[in-house]
């Protein structure tokens, strides 16, 4: 079975400070890993994937993550934030299905 | 664009009543998921679909029942609602194949009192 947990429910950073969401992975199989963004009363949507080839995956609005397998994590991270990136954001597991962590929520000060 | 498409923003349900949630694609995927979003929890999944007719419980199944009767709908039901299944519901498609994202609908929240 397959699993993340995300460290910190809670981030706040001022804008324009280095964003770090931290994700860990477990899974008995090669893992799918993506991360997600949910905006007030709104659905999710993809950030970006890690399926194969380079660990060093960019996504949309100035995101990336780094698959590390040897620490079995999937931290996402964005140089400067802005205002706009203010919202919760899911780590998520692929297998037959599709796992969730339980979400990190990011403050933006000004 | 793939649209994922949930019947209502928001429903207010009574305890005991049978509740339908209805989600549709319109992208033929293969793959159709039901979870639930609570405060600290994250999503979790309450059942998946691969396939038209079939379908697999996730981690919290208890309380809710699926039916995939066409491949591009989705229902999840509520056999009798209780206080404790208040929450926001969210229905996702994907293409299948463990390497494809979902895509998700804009949820509903229920309320049961």
């Known amino acids: 079975a397959q699993s993340v947990t995300q460290l910190g429910s809670h981030v706040s950073v001022s804008e324009g400070a280095l964003v770090l969401l931290r994700c860990n992975y477990s899974?008995?199989?090669?893992?799918?890993l993506f991360w997600y963004v949910q905006y007030p009363n709104q659905g999710l949507q993809l950030l970006l994937k890690?399926?194969?080839?380079?660990?060093l995956v960019k996504g949309i609005n100035g995101f990336e993550a780094e698959f590390k397998k040897s620490e079995t994590s999937f931290h996402l991270t964005k140089p400067s934030a802005h205002m706009s990136d203010a919202a919760e954001y899911f780590c998520a597991v692929s297998a037959t299905d599709m796992r969730f962590g339980a979400g990190t929520r990011l403050t933006v000060k000004p | 664009d793939v649209k994922v498409t949930q019947s209502s923003r928001y429903l207010v349900k009574r305890t005991g009543e049978k509740v339908f949630l209805e989600c549709v694609q319109d992208m033929d995927h293969e793959n159709m998921f039901w979870y639930r979003q609570d405060p600290g929890l994250g999503l979790r999944l309450i059942y998946f679909s691969y396939d038209v007719k079939m379908k697999e419980k996730g981690d919290i199944p208890e309380g809710y029942s699926v039916s995939r009767e066409k491949k591009e709908r989705f229902s999840l039901i509520l056999e009798s609602a209780s206080t404790n299944q208040t929450s926001m519901y969210l229905c996702a498609s994907s293409l299948g194949g463990m390497n494809t994202e979902a895509f998700f609908g804009q949820g509903t929240r229920l309320t049961v009192v």
């Open positions: 890690y399926t194969t080839g380079a660990t």
């Open positions: 899974s008995s199989v090669p893992p799918y």
